[in-house]
């Protein structure tokens, strides 16, 4: 929840005032969020996906974006969970970068 310990990003998070704040109540972030539209409008059809925790809100937004027509991408090694072989799980039944090759493509 907003104000609890944890919720906000970090201070040495780059976070510019232009950037798109979401916040979500459900695993999947697209349900019942703007997040689909405020994407739509950019002309966005990829999606980057790391997070906590990988087998619920993580899998769940994946399994959202792709409903959507998104394509979602997970970066390798970015996920986080009590459980650390659902990690290995979720990366091997989606669609993997590495930080590095995603790196070198957006430049």
């Known amino acids: 929840m907003p104000g609890a310990e944890g919720f906000e990003l970090p201070d040495d998070l780059d976070i510019l005032p ?9 695993g999947n972030s697209f349900n019942k969020t703007p997040l689909e539209d405020e994407l739509r409008k950019l002309g966005v059809d990829t999606v980057i996906i790391t997070g906590f925790c990988a087998e619920y809100c993580v899998l769940s937004t994946c399994r ?7 394509t979602p991408i997970i970066v ?31 430049e």
């Open 18 to 26: 232009s950037d798109l704040h979401i916040h979500k109540v459900y």
């Open 64 to 70: 959202g974006a792709e409903d959507l027509d998104l």
């Open 76 to 106: 390798r090694g970015s996920l986080a969970s009590v459980i650390p072989e659902n990690i290995r799980f979720v990366e091997s039944i989606n669609n993997i970068i590495s930080y590095g090759a995603l790196k070198k493509v957006l």
